[in-house]
Structures are given as C-alpha cells and as structure tokens.
C-alpha cells in the first residue's frame, strides 16, 4: 500500500489541531440519553444482554463524522467527559472527597440551548435510580468514617485494563462471533447461553459503526479526497469483520474496536491500555513490508486517535513498546521504532509511552531513545525492567507463557494483556494517616474527629508501643477497606461490559469480565495503592532517636504533633535532623523495607469479591498531595496538610546524597511484593550528560541511570522494575512558566507526573508546583 | 585522621573505569582560571553555597563499603579535587584500607606533589593532567611547575601504574600548535606506557565561581573541534593512544 508519508503526518498534525480545538464533550450524554430511550424495549433481559442491546442502538443512532484530516474513521470522544481534575485549571488539593459520586459527571456538561438542564437532570434522575448507584451509595455510606479524611478509599474501577486485541485484528469479527456461538452449543448452562448472547449482540454493536463510517467515507470520496475515502471505505468494507491484511487495515480495526469498547463503559473509562503495540502492529506491517517512514506516518494517526478535546481528556492509556520473550530474546521490532518515531515527531499529550528494557536490551533502543530524554518538553517513556517483572509476576502466579505479555494499565500497573482483571485502583490507603491516628490515640489532629477507637495510654506508652501498635491499626483499616472496596466492585458488576468481556478471555469463559460470582478472566485481583512508605519508616527513626536521646520529651512530642510545631520549632528541627530513607543509611532503609513488607503482606492476605488476593501497589498518582492534605503532622518534622512521599520514594528534600545514594536505598525494598506495582521518580539535571548527539546522550543515560538502577550486576536482590524522569530543572519550567510563548510555542510542553504525561501548561497550578518541587535534583545528583 | 571534602558522586566509566565514587577533596596546590570545582581550591576558604565534609578515614570508609553493589563494570572510588595530595597522609591510609577491602582506587591529580609517588601501591589507576609543557604560562597562568610533574609521571610508569594524562584544551593557553608540539615532545617518552584524553575546554563551573564570589576571568577559550581533532591526529600520529572516556 502506498503511503504519501509527508501529507499523512500533515494531516494528522492538522487533525489533532482540530481536536484541541473542541470545547464540548457531549458524546457520552448522548449515548446515555439513546440507551434510556430504549430501554422499555429490554424487559425481561438480563443485565448483560440488555447492555449489549443498547450498545447496538447506540452504534445505530450515535451521531458521528469523519474529518477530512482522518485517515481512519472513529474517535474515543463519545466516551469521555471533561472530568479529569488534575488537568483542570480550577482543581485544588483541599478540594478532595472521600466520595465517588458517578453523577457529578452530569455537573461537567455546560448546559446550552440544544443540550438543556433539563435534559441533563432527566438523565441524571435516572441514573440514580440504578441498582448500580444505589449499591455504591450503600458502600461509601458505610466507610464514611473513614473515607472522609482518608485513612483509606475506595472506587470502582472502570477502564484500566489491557484488551487482547490480536486475535481480533487477525480473524475479525464474524470469525469471534464463530467462537462464541460454537461455545454456547458446548454448555447447558443458562448463565453462561445468556453471557454469549450478549457478547453475540455487542459485538454486532462495531459491525453497525463500520457500516455507518462507511458510508460517510464514500460520501467523501470526491475529488481530490476520492482516494483518501476511497481507501478508507474499501478498508472498512473489510474490517472489523474480517482480518486485517495489512498495517492500514490493522489500525483501523483496532481504532473501532477501541471506539466500542470505550463507548460501553462511557462515561470516562480511563486508563484502558494498548499493550505491546509493536508486537501488536508488526505482523501487519511486515504483510506488505511497510517503510519504518510509512508506518511511522499510520502511527501519527492512532496516536491522534487517544488524544480527546481541547486538553486530551482520556488520560493514562499506556502503549508500550519492546521487552523480551521468556527465553531473554529481544523482541524490540520495526514499529517499536516507527512507534517512537511517531511519538517524538508528535509530542502529544496522550496515549502515554512505556518502553520495557532488560539487562540485554539493545544500545539501539537506548540511542533512539536519547531524544526524548533531552529535548526539553518532549514526552519521556515510563521505564520497565522485564527482568524484574517477570520475576514479579512469576511469584505471583501468572502463567510462563502469559510473562511475556505483560503490560501497563493506565500508570505503572503490570498486568496480563487481555487476561487480567486488576481492579488496580480498587482501593488506597494511607499509611500516613494511619500513624498520625495512632500517635493520637485515635482522634484526627486535623479536625479533632475520633475515627479509631481510644487506648487511653499516656504519651511515653504509646511512643513505646507504636510500631505494635501502627501495625494493629493497618491491620483493623485494611479489612475495612477491603469490604469497602469488594462492595464497590459488586456494586459494577450492575454494569457488565459484554464486548470488552470478548476480548478479556469471555469467549472462552463464557462469563461477563465483571461477574462478581463466576471468574470471567483468566487472572483476576485488586489493587490497592499504599501511599506513605519513607515518611512513616522516618517517623519511627525519629521516635527511637528522640526515646533514646531524650524519653523526657515523649509527652512533648505528641503534643508537638497535635499542634503541627506551632511553637516548638526546637523539637521541629531536631526531628527533621533524624536519619532519613534516601541516603542509603541502613537503620532507616531496613525500617522502609520492613514496613513495605508488613503492610504489602497484610495487603496480599485480603481477599477480593472473586477470592483473589489484593495487589499491593506502593504508588500516589498524585494522591500523595489530596492526601496529604488530610494528614497531620508527624514524627519525621513533616507538618500538616503537607503533601506525602510519592509512591516509594523519599520525601522531597530528605535525600541529598546524590543518585546512588538514593539508589543504594531503594536496593533494599521488597520489590518481589509489589505485584500491583510502584511508583518512583527521578528528576534529573541534563548539565550531567555530555554526549555531542542524542544518541550519545541516550546510550550515557542507560550508563548514568537505568544501568545503577535496573540493571546493576551487583545488586543481589530483585531490582526495581519502574522508573520515570523527568529531565529538566526547576529553573526551566520556570521560565516555561513565566513565559510559555518563548518556551513552548506550540502551547503543548510535556512533562510526566506518576504514569502519565501531560501538557504542562493545561495543569492546575498545585500540580505544576508539585512538579517543580519534586524534581527534587539534590536527591539525584551525579558526577559529570 | 580525617579528611575534607566539598562533593561526591557517581560517575560512569568518566573518572576511571566503570562506576565510581568520585570524592572531591578540599584544596588545591594550582590556581586554573578555568577550574570547575572553585569552591574546592582554596584550602582556607569556606563558602556558604558550598559546604565543607570533614569524615574520619573510618567514617569515609564505611560509607564507601557500603556502597560496594554500586561498584560495578570494573568501578570503585576515586579521589580527586581539589588536590588530593594536599592530603596525602590521610589518602594514603584511606587507599590503603580500600585495597585491603578489595575495592578498586584511582585518583585524579596535578600530579605536582612529590608525596604523590607515596600514593602509587594503593592505586589500581592514575589520572593525571600535564596542562602544558610551557613552564612560564604552566606558572603564570595555572601556578603549576612542570618539572615535578614529569618526574612524577616517571615514576608512575616505572611503577607500572595504568595511567591517563588528561589535558585540558584551551585557547590562549596550550591549544595552538607550538603549545601541542612541546607537550607531545614532553611526553613522547612515556607514549607508549600512557593513555592520553583531550579535554575541550568547557564552562561548567562558571556559575560556581560567581557563586563563590570570584570572578570568572576566561574568554574566548572555546576551542574548535577541528583544532581538538586536529591535536587529537597529531599524537595518534606520534604514536600515543588517545582516548575518549
């Protein structure tokens, strides 16, 4: 297939324009309003099926278009609300509730005279009449106590998972629709009839959108647009419903499928994740032996495809290129690099970029790399360790042939692509939280509210007994959250997802991916994201240091504590004097991993709704500051309402030794434990890195970071498997701040905050700080 | 016995090989205008930007020890400046205490102390500048005197040390072709016993100096890169091994 690659990536620079310039997401209400219409027609149906029917009638009546800047026809945009707070200029930290409310997405439609109130309040109405609401009403009720000012919280997790959408691009649909019918004369069970039925149905729902497009092509098809729409009418003749037969027709498969499978969780199903794209696309590609310029050209396209409106609102889709295979073979490809060539010509905010090096990754993969690094405001891959991984996920049970096929959902999270309900942010704890209450005796310092039961023990006791105690606390807040957390799923489980459950092991399960009874994946778990690892090891080194050197302040202490310092800035410094996690001093750093592995075994002994263990995940994005806010202050001189560490990392300003210092400590943590994953930053100054080209720079980078990190030789315990970077300085962004027509004229400047990377400029002010200040260059300091 | 410095690091394979920690102590016996490390070169001065560690050779070498997993690729720890012969009765037993843990050592030196040589049975690899081979500009404009420096250079090469001279190249000072004729002649007779590295001057230490109240005093010290090749061929030609590290 011939390509014009130049006026392919004009046009999909062209296109993109066009998306940011979109100021209404209505799509998504709309879908709700064709779905309320019809529903008298399914009475009697399960909940599966009637899903699958609306899916249809919204496929049916959706209204949609085709750019003349696409060259693929589909968009994501129906799914999505302008909902996600840290990319909204009006977000605040205090402005956290300790509750989901799945209505509050009605409050981001501006009503208009087409779109009115009275619309949005008809549906709204209904909507919270729904089983589904009703049950999630019960349960956050029931955690009020707790959720409030965050020991813990609890969400039902839509999107976050990695569809397989292999066999789907390679047989299509009518072979799938084979599948499942071939399946259903296999089984007498009603439940399981009644799951393929729906999926039957659903499935038709990407049939209608590629009929509807289609005809919208052949309309366009005139002019000098006729072999444009030609091309694209022609493929979508073909698929979804057949096999792609080529890297054009692949894309365009993936793309509706996508579109479908958004569309029936709307709105706002974040974090649904590509998977390994390179290995994905590359057989296609090879089928008519596309050019890396070509494919590159294609990829500009479903690169645009993830970005949606005026600030790229679908966040945290993670596409991933390279790794290994089982037997440590490189299984980096052609579209790995027409994949990287795609983003860095694009610099767009969205889909997210990983890239999965291991210990015999080629110097290619890190030269090409190198641009991304070094030029300022371009987006930086996340980073992962497939050795560790592997290892990781070997330990957890998966499967030696599923290893390999692991990926990223939404931010850092590994899961097995098309295999794997994670329920990855099913719950979030706070272990700072948890010590400040159990410092307390019980009783909040932030709002005086008891939230855990009183001891009644003096100060020199509980100072004594805190580690015991601590622990007790976790363990009593943790089984709450838990039963707080399975009621949240159980409460989804309303809303069954009969197409994406095609993709996530369905066919062969025959069971809806969110059964709550009956295990529709072959691997299932929850996650639970553990926030506040090094400000509680420090704590408790500081409350040994201060029992050692003077017990005589031990009442002092608590009430320094519960006044936030006010007036004791003597005891103030002196704890903020005390060892800290981060400068590879071992009495804190064994106190760190000693405390991730308690509680991350105390995590892993839940089970889920299905029976399966709770994943710990020591990771914030960006909760270590909405969090934080609700935490008092503590024993390591961090004072209240001040933002947490971020995820495994030291507290900003506590480790200032330089990188492998920091690195020496972070050695020392049960990565082996962390099957939910976690996150760990370094933001590094580009003056160390000398290279004369990019490609220099990237293969000093692998030298100077990822070597001492991933792939240290002499690291005797399992290395860490995540890492993002953000290399720039405080200086730098301020200025891009101060001045972003100079600095980013193109009015889109990256940078990565947790998994995901963002414009800059489109962040709300508290995160732009947030960014700036845990850059955090004294904890990353290196020799040039 | 103590020892003081005002920085330390990692570094890959850039201060000897593989992955070292790279100390920088306090003091210096020259006076380079284009120094990167100014804060460390007066060995009575203090400067708030800039704090001075002073350890016992006990504390310096925990802290090294414990460090070992990060030692890899043929790594370990070098000492540079500042000078490090300013103090180099403390070195000395710093160096020796490392190799009789197995650790590997270098230093970085002017190399214009003769309690240099007393350094030599502790050390895996020695990096030492030969600025110029023009004794007047090496004293006037550097404070450096050349003749213990070769000396110095001798006897490293009779000790069978690895060793790499490291020349720094600066416009106006030895970068033109009589400046590289006389230095490839000094050190002709060592061509085939040293590695050589040409280092383009660079200005990463300019806001240091300012920092530190001083006064940058450089200009139009840029070297081109056909003169750095140019003198990178020249001794190539002669026979030396030029290196890039």
Known sequence: MAI?????????????????????????????????????????MSKMRRTAYLLKKIAAELPISISDNAVFAGTQRDAFARSYALINPAFRVETFSGYCDPTAVFGDIEPNEDITQERLDTVKAHDKETDYIKELTKVYDAAENYTKEVAFFVEQVTGHVIPDMRHALKVGVNEMKREIEANMQKTDDAERIDAYKAMLDSLDAVIIFAARYREIALEKAV??????????????????????????EAIQSFILMWQVMCLEQAPNPFAFSVGNADR??????????????????????LLVFYNVADRSWAISQNLIVGGKDTEGNDLTNLCSYALLDAYYDMNLPQPILSVKLHKNTPDKLYEELGRFFFTPGCLTPSLFNDDSVFEVLRNAGVAECDLADYSIA??????????????????????????????????????????????????????????????????????????????????????????????????QSGYDMRDPVHQGTPY????????????????????????????EDAERLIKALANDFAGDDELHEYLLGC?????????????????????????AAEKNYLGNPFRPDFSSPSTHLTYGYWVGALPDGRKAREMMNYGVDPLFGDAHQGLGFRVLSSFKLPYIKMNGGFASHFGIDPNYFTGATYEEK??????????????????????????????????????????????????????????????????????????????????????? | MTIKYFQKGFNYSQDGPGNRL???????????????????????????????????????????????????????????????????????????????????????????????????????????????ADEDKLLSVAGGVLYPILKNLKAAVDAKLDILVHVPLINGFNADEDATDKLLQALLPFKDDIRIEFLAYHEYGKDKWKQCGLVYAMENANISTECYKKTVSKFKAAGFTAVRT
């Open chain 1, 4 to 44: 014009n690659h130049q006026k392919t990536t004009e046009m999909a620079k062209e296109l993109f324009r066009e998306e940011r310039s979109l100021m209404r997401l209505d799509g998504w209400f709309l879908s709700k309003e064709i779905g309320m219409k019809y529903e008298h027609e399914t009475e009697g």
């Open chain 1, 223 to 248: 002019g000098d647009k006729a072999e444009q729409f030609n091309r694209l009418a022609d493929a979508l003749a073909r698929v979804p419903a057949e096999g792609a037969r080529n890297l054009f």
């Open chain 1, 280 to 301: 994905i696309f590359e057989p296609y590609r090879a089928m008519d032996n596309l050019s890396r310029e070509d494919a590159a050209a294609l990829f500009k396209h």
């Open chain 1, 410 to 507: 939404g931010c850092q999270e590994p899961l097995i692509m098309g295999k794997d309900n994670a329920n990855t942010t099913n719950s979030w704890l706070n272990l700072g939280k948890i010590l400040e209450l159990t410092l307390s005796d019980g009783v909040s310092t932030i709002t005086g509210d008891r939230i855990l039961p009183a001891t009644g023990d003096d100060a020199i006791t509980i100072l004594k007994n805190l580690r015991e105690r601590f622990y007790a606390n976790c363990q009593f807040i943790i089984k709450e959250m838990t039963k707080s957390a399975n009621g949240a799923s159980r409460a989804l489980s309303n809303l069954p997802v009969p197409f994406l459950s095609t993709l996530m092991g369905g066919i």
């Open chain 1, 524 to 551: 299932n778990g929850s996650g639970c994201l553990i926030h506040g690892l090094s400000i509680v090891a420090d704590s408790f080194i500081a409350v040994d240091t201060l029992l050692e050197e003077r017990p």
């Open chain 1, 579 to 603: 060892k800290k996690y981060g400068n590879n001093i071992a009495v804190v750093d064994d106190e760190a991993a000693e405390v991730a592995s308690k509680v991350a075994d105390m995590v």
């Open chain 1, 698 to 784: 990237g293969i000093e980078f692998k030298n100077k970071v990822m070597r001492q990190f991933f792939f240290n030789p002499l690291n005797d315990k399992l290395a860490p498997f995540y890492l993002y970077v953000n290399v720039t300085t405080p200086e730098m962004l301020r200025k891009v701040l101060a001045n972003p027509k100079k600095y980013a004229p193109s009015g889109v400047y990256i940078m990565r905050i947790h998994g995901t990377f963002v414009n800059f400029l489109d962040l709300s002010p508290a995160i732009q700080q947030d960014i700036i200040k845990r850059l955090d260059l004294k904890s990353t300091t290196l020799e040039c």
């Open chain 2, 22 to 132: 790279v100390y920088h102590l306090h003091g210096c016996n020259m006076k380079c205008p284009w120094c990167s490390n100014p804060e460390g070169m007066k060995a009575d001065a203090a400067y708030p930007a800039f704090p001075i560690t002073q350890v016992t050779v006990e504390d310096m070498l925990s802290e090294i020890i414990s460090c070992k997993p990060m030692f890899f690729d043929g790594g370990g720890v070098t000492l540079t400046g500042g000078e490090v012969t300013l103090q180099a009765d403390a070195v000395r037993e710093l160096l020796k205490r490392l190799k009789d843990e197995g650790i590997n050592t270098a230093i970085e030196t002017n190399a214009m102390s003769p309690a240099l040589p007393t350094l030599f049975p502790f050390l895996d690899h020695l990096i030492m500048d030969v600025k110029s």
